[in-house]
Every structure is written in C-alpha cells, then in structure tokens.
C-alpha cells in the first residue's frame, strides 16, 4: 500500500536551474496539493488541485507550476530556481477537499 | 494573516509529566485536524474533530473542540519520550476548495 509517493526525496539545484518533484498517489483521491515547509513559517499551500484537469494556486504559488492530467499524478515544476525556494517540499492528497490529508515523506531541496 | 496561531511553540519537558498545547483561530472551522509530524517525515493525522465542545480520546492524548469552534486543545498525560515531534492543528472551514490552513505547530521534546 504505496499511498503517496514522492521523488527525489533530495535535491541540490543551482540558480536558475528547473526541475520537476514527482507526486503520485494509489488512493484514487481526487484532491491534492503541495506544500512547502520552512522553519517558523509552518505549511503553506503552493498549489492544489480538486480533480484531473483542475488546479488552482494556493497561498506561495509565484514561481512554481502544477498539472493535474491523471489522478494519480501531481507533479510541482520550478521554472527558474531561487534561493529562496530552498524549503522541504511535501505532496498530499485526500479523497475530498477538507477531508484528512495524506503526506508524502517530503523533498529536501536547496537552491545554491 | 496567520489564521490558526499555535503556543506554545517550543515545549521541553520530562517524561511523566502533563502537557497542553493549544490552538486558537479567531475564524470558525467546520472542523480541526491534529497532525504529528517525526524529522523526515510528512505529517500523520491524529484525529479529527468536528462538532462544537467535541472531545476525543486518543490513549494518553485528549484532544477538544472548543464550543464555539474558533480552538482546539491537545492535552498529554504522562508523556513518553516516544511523543516527542511537531504537532500541528489544520483547520478546514467547509466547502473551500483550497482546504486545510495550517498552524505553524508546536515542538514538543520529551526528555527522558
């Protein structure tokens, strides 16, 4: 019982450089989010997405992308990296807006 | 605006002893999740409550929704080392499609 699934679970990128972290989840929920965690801020809302072919931005969206084309997949894309993007990043999924969250075990990345 | 304002932030205490930590908002929920988090890992729920002065017993953990449904407690009794983590409150307030706002969470150490 796989749950959700994230890759890498480290990454160094320099500035400027883009990467793609992977989500997918085996519990046919229909919503699902990123997060980014970063000390003394708590868990902020990057991206989320209702349902295949819907998402939406959530409180820290500028510089990251999402799609939704299956749904089991909810990859997070930063499109030119920054220091500031240096956070642990968790994917999370419930089978309904609201509903109890299910965690991936989070991306450690630094932007040097 | 940091709408679910968690204290304490920090606590360190010795194993046997009584804890509150608590989690207030001045926004109504529909419902409060409690999470813990352990170092590289994403959160797990520990419960949901749901209705106005709900209580709910989780073996030494005693969670409860305020009347009003603006706060959340988390009460431990005797605590052991092994409950030692982030704990963090989310709140949903129905209907939303952007879901849980986070606290910033409590980190509780317990020394033995």
């Known amino acids: 019982n796989a749950g959700v699934t994230q890759t890498p679970k480290f990454q160094v990128l320099k500035t400027g450089q883009s990467m793609t972290l992977q989500c997918a989840q085996d519990?046919?929920?229909?919503?699902m989010s990123w997060y980014r965690q970063d000390p003394g801020m708590g868990l902020r809302l990057i991206h989320y997405s209702v349902g295949a072919g819907i998402t939406d931005q959530g409180e820290v969206p500028n510089g990251y992308n999402v799609s939704r084309s299956t749904t089991e997949d909810f990859p997070l894309r930063l499109l030119s990296a920054a220091p500031s993007q240096t956070s642990v990043y968790f994917c999370?999924?419930?089978?309904?807006?609201?509903?109890?969250?299910?965690f991936g075990s989070g991306t450690q990345l630094s932007v040097l | 605006t940091q709408l679910l304002e968690q204290s304490p932030q920090f606590l360190s205490i010795q194993e046997g002893e009584n804890l509150t930590v608590y989690c207030n908002s001045s926004s109504v929920f529909s419902s409060l999740q409690w999470y813990r988090q352990e170092p590289g890992e994403g959160p797990v729920l520990l419960v949901t409550?749901?209705?106005?002065?709900e209580v709910k017993k989780l073996k030494r953990l005693t969670f409860q929704f305020g009347d009003a449904r603006k706060d959340s407690s988390l009460h431990i009794t005797a605590a052991q080392t092994g409950d030692t983590g982030l704990y963090l409150c989310a709140g949903s307030r129905g209907g939303g499609a952007d879901g849980l706002t986070f606290g910033k969470g409590t980190h509780l150490i317990i020394q033995p």
């Open positions: 409550v749901v209705t106005g002065g």
């Open positions: 519990m046919n929920h229909e919503y």
């Open positions: 999370a999924s419930s089978l309904l807006t609201g509903e109890k969250l299910f």
